[in-house]
C-alpha cells in the first residue's frame, strides 16, 4: 500500500506550457509539502498546507500554485513552464504532533525542453 | 542566517571502513536534528533523529551543541549504506519546516 504517492512519475513538456502534479497520501496526515530538489540535489522546501490551509509559501514564482482539495491531497499546478522549473518535485506529509518525521512520495521529474 | 551546511558532496570509502558525514547548523535556539536518506530509485525516508538517541542500521549521530554540528558516523561501513544522505534541522519556535542541507552521496566500494 503506497503510502505517499505522486502522478506522473516522468513529465517531459515544453517551456510556456502549463501542467499539474498530484500527490495523495493515504496516511490520514494532516500536513502536507511540496519541496523542489535541483540538478545539485538541493532540496528546497515551496509550500506547506495544514488542513487545505496554506502555512508556508516560500519565495516561489506565483507560476506556481498548490491547490488542496481536501487534506489527503495536494496538487501542484505550474503556468507557462521555464527551463529553469526542471527538477525533481517531492511531495511529503507528516502527521500531527510532536514528531516531525516526514513521508516523502516518490518524486515526479520534470523535464522542460 | 539560519544555515545548515554539509560540506562534503561525495564521501567514497571502502567497505568495513569508519564512515562520517558532516553536518553544521547555525540556528537560533536548539533545533531539533534528523537525518534523511535516499537510497538509489527509493524515496527519501527518515534515518534517525537526535532526540531518540537511537542507532539506525548502525548509524548514530550525536548533536555537538558547542560545535553546532550534528554528524552522521558508521563504525563499518556497507555496501548497502550507499546512498544520498541529507541532514536537516528544525526550528523548535516560529515556522516548523524542515530545511534540509545540500546532501552527501556516500559511495561504499567493494
Known amino acids: 500500500d503506497t503510502a505517499v504517492s505522486q502522478t506522473p512519475k516522468y513529465l517531459v513538456t515544453q517551456m510556456g506550457n502549463d501542467k499539474s502534479i498530484k500527490c495523495e497520501q493515504n496516511l490520514g496526515h494532516d500536513t502536507m509539502y511540496w519541496y523542489k530538489q535541483d540538478s545539485k540535489k538541493f532540496l528546497k522546501i515551496m509550500f506547506s498546507?495544514?488542513?487545505?490551509?496554506?502555512?508556508i509559501n516560500e519565495t516561489v514564482p506565483n507560476r506556481f500554485s498548490p491547490k488542496s482539495p481536501d487534506k489527503a491531497h495536494l496538487n501542484l499546478h505550474i503556468n507557462s513552464l521555464e527551463l529553469g522549473d526542471s527538477a525533481v518535485y517531492f511531495c511529503a506529509s507528516r502527521p500531527t504532533g510532536a514528531s516531525y518525521e516526514q513521508y516523502f512520495g516518490p518524486g515526479t521529474r520534470l523535464t522542460v525542453t | 542566517a539560519q544555515r545548515v551546511t554539509q560540506p562534503e558532496k561525495l564521501l567514497s570509502v571502502f567497505k568495513g571502513a569508519p564512515v562520517e558525514l558532516k553536518c553544521n547548523y547555525s540556528?537560533?535556539?536548539?533545533?531539533?536534528l534528523f537525518w534523511y536518506v535516499q537510497y538509489s530509485r527509493q524515496r527519501l525516508q527518515l534515518l534517525l533523529r537526535h532526540i531518540s538517541r537511537e542507532s539506525i542500521k548502525g548509524f548514530t549521530a550525536d548533536l555537538n551543541k558547542g560545535e553546532t554540528s550534528f554528524h552522521l558516523k558508521k563504525p563499518f561501513a556497507q555496501e548497502e549504506d550507499s546512498a544520498m544522505y541529507y541532514c536537516?534541522?528544525?526550528?523548535?519556535?516560529?515556522?516548523?519546516?524542515?530545511?534540509f542541507g545540500s546532501g552527501t552521496r556516500l559511495q561504499v566500494q567493494p
Open positions: 498546507y495544514n488542513n487545505k490551509e496554506l502555512i
Open positions: 536537516a534541522p528544525l526550528k523548535r519556535t516560529g515556522r516548523r519546516a524542515l530545511t
Open positions: 540556528y537560533s535556539g536548539s533545533p531539533e
